[in-house]
C-alpha cells in the first residue's frame, strides 16, 4: 500500500462540524515564560506566537514559541512527538538560538494550538499543511528540520517533496518503518490520562510513561511536567494533561496489526539527513536504522546508551550531536554510540 493510500486510510475525516478552539480557561497565558531547566546566558526569552491554519473543516491556530533573532533568515524548526509540545525543545533552542531563529511548534491538538472539532482530522495530511503554513508564514526559503518520532515523519514527508524547503534534518528516533508493538504500546496511553489530584501526581505520571526517556534530571523532569499539564478551573480542579485527549480516539481509530512502511517516502529525502536513535527503542529497529545510513539520503546515524523512545536532545551530549551537525555541514560521524 502506499504512503498516500496508507494516510487516507489512517486519516479520512467524515463530514462533521468545523473544529472548535480551545476555551480562554483551557488556554495558556501567552505571556508564559519556562524555567530553564538548564542555566541560561545570553540568549533572549522566548517570544509565543500562533498563525492560523485551514483543515478539512474549518480553520485552526497553531502556536509556536520562537528564540534567537526575530530578523536571523537562518530558520531551524523542531517538532514533537505524538503527545508532546514545542517547550520539549527549550534546551536544545537556547544553544542554538545564537545561530538560528528557532521555532517549535506545539502541533494542533497539543500545548497552546487549538483542539479539533473533528478528532478524525488529526493526521498526517493536516500536520504537513499546517507545517507549510508556518513556514509561509516565516517568510524563508529554506529551514533547517529536528524532528522526533511524529515530528520526524512530517520532516519526512516534507523533505521528500519536489521543491521542499528543508535542506538539512535530523530525524530523532523514528524511521522508515514503525513498529506495530511500539504504536500498540502508544495506543495504551494516549488520550488516557487521568485527573490529577495534584503537580506531583501529575510528574509520577510523567515519569512514568516517560521512562524510556532515560535518566532526566529532576529539573528536567519539572520542565517536561510543567508544559505537560494545565491547572484546571472547573469543578473537578486538579490538573489535565495539555493535549486533546480526542487524539487518542484518532489514533485508535484505525487498529495496528502490522508495521507502517514508509521506505518509499524516505528514499524521496535528498537533503542531508542525521538520524538519532535511542539504544533501547522500541519504535526504530537496529536494522532500520542501519539500512537509513545507506538508503534515501545516506544519513549519519547517532545511537545513544541507556536511551529508549526517544532521546529527549536535553542532555549535553545529545544537543552536542544535533548542533555539531547542524552548524558544521554534517560531518557528524558515520555511526556513534553515544553514552547518553
Request: with cysteine; charged share 20%.
Amino acid at each position: 500500500m502506499s504512503l498516500l493510500d496508507t494516510l487516507k486510510k489512517l486519516f479520512r475525516p467524515p463530514p462533521l462540524p468545523a473544529p472548535t478552539p480551545l476555551s480562554p480557561a483551557q488556554a495558556c497565558p501567552a505571556s508564559e515564560v519556562a524555567t530553564p531547566s538548564a542555566p541560561a546566558s545570553n540568549v533572549c526569552a522566548p517570544r509565543h506566537r500562533m498563525v492560523q491554519c485551514c483543515g478539512p473543516h474549518g480553520l485552526h491556530r497553531m502556536a509556536y514559541t520562537e528564540w534567537g533573532d526575530a530578523d536571523n533568515p537562518r530558520v531551524l524548526i523542531c517538532v514533537h512527538g505524538l503527545t508532546r509540545n514545542g517547550r520539549d525543545f527549550d534546551d536544545l533552542a537556547r544553544a542554538l538560538a545564537d545561530h538560528y531563529r528557532v521555532v517549535c511548534p506545539d502541533v494542533v491538538g497539543r500545548g497552546r494550538s487549538d483542539w479539533l472539532g473533528v478528532k478524525t482530522d488529526y493526521g498526517f495530511p493536516v500536520y504537513v499543511a499546517d507545517m507549510v503554513t508556518l513556514i509561509a508564514r516565516l517568510d524563508v526559503e529554506e529551514v533547517h528540520w529536528v524532528g522526533t518520532s511524529m515530528g520526524g515523519i512530517i520532516g519526512m514527508i516534507l523533505a521528500s517533496q519536489a521543491g521542499t524547503a528543508i535542506t538539512r534534518m535530523v530525524l530523532n528516533d523514528v524511521g522508515p518503518i514503525i513498529t506495530a508493538i511500539s504504536l500498540q504500546r502508544i495506543g495504551q496511553y494516549v488520550g488516557r490520562a487521568p485527573r490529577f489530584a495534584d503537580f506531583a501526581a501529575a510528574e509520577a505520571y510523567i515519569r512514568e510513561v516517560g521512562a524510556p526517556f532515560g535518566a532526566l534530571s529532576a529539573a528536567q523532569w519539572r520542565h517536561l511536567t510543567e508544559y505537560s499539564v494545565r491547572a484546571m478551573d472547573d469543578a473537578e480542579g486538579g490538573f489535565a494533561m495539555v493535549y486533546d485527549p480526542g487524539l487518542g480516539d484518532a489514533f485508535r481509530g484505525t487498529p495496528i496489526i502490522a508495521d507502517i512502511d514508509l521506505w518509499p517516502v524516505y528514499d524521496g529525502v535528498r537533503c542531508p539527513t542525521l538520524a538519532l536513535r535511542g539504544a533501547d527503542s522500541d519504535l526504530l529497529e537496529p536494522a532500520t536504522f542501519a539500512a537509513m545510513a545507506v538508503r534515501g539520503p545516506c544519513a549519519r546515524t547517532v545511537e545513544f546508551a541507556a536511551v529508549g523512545h526517544a532521546p529527549m536532545l536535553m542532555d549535553p551530549a545529545q544537543i552536542a550531536v544535533v548542533r555539531d551537525f547542524l552548524l558544521a555541514g554534517g560531518q557528524a560521524p558515520a555511526v556513534l554510540t553515544s553514552p547518553g
